[in-house]
């Protein structure tokens, strides 16, 4: 989904014996392993898989955008069991506000879990995603006008309550006290739109998904029908 930025501002021992395991078998042990391997980067994302892996592979992506949890639900888990699971590629995933204030609470929520609970939080958002924005029920008049001049983070808190979000993270274990003691942070706030600003500044980031592939961004590509050929040809090189 494409939507500007103007809105931001309201807004986890290989086997030495070949007797004692099958050489068919390693692989497998190498493969799970690279699902396990998870850090924080210095960008604010979360890598996923080899660090020294051919394919680089970076999603920008929403917590709030449709084709970023189709993604998430459709194509992840080929990406995982195929290319990241070998060690051929790595993944990271990078918050990107797209839709300003609506994206600040799940980003501040999602950020707050530990980073071996990144993924699973971030995979349960996309995946109770409609559920999560799509009540019908509006804000009410008067606090919309509230809305109007309050803080980035007290329009995430507010907001991260009406959809759910923070109940949701609580019921995955994240203390209340702690999600709340994130939502208020400004200063994740202010780190969030420096990297959202440096973001459409290197790879003309301007909407979601976008994918980088090996430092370049690739232009119409959208869904894991037309991610997949581009990273079977980064690997085939």
Known sequence: MRVGLAALAMGAALVSSAQAAPQKKTPVVARSAWLQTVVATPEGGVRMGNPAA?????????????????????????????YIASGQVSYEFRDFPVHGALDLGPILLGQCVPTRAFFPILD???????????????????????????????????????????????????????????????????????RADAASKAYAVAGTPTFVLNGAAQANVYDWATLEPLLRAAVAK
């Open 124 to 194: 349960a958002m996309m995946a109770n995603q409609k559920t999560l924005v799509g009540r019908s029920d509006a804000i009410p008049d008067a606090k919309q006008k509230e809305l109007q001049t309050a803080t980035p983070n007290a329009i995430a808190t507010y907001l991260a309550g009406f959809y759910g979000y923070t109940d949701f993270v609580v019921k995955h274990g994240l203390p209340l006290a702690k999600a709340n003691a994130c939502l208020a942070d400004r200063k994740k706030v202010d780190t969030l739109v420096a």
């Open 54 to 82: 051919k394919v680089k592979l970076i999603e920008f992506g929403s917590r709030t955008c449709p084709l970023c949890a189709r993604f998430d639900v459709e194509g992840l888990p080929a990406l995982k069991t195929g």
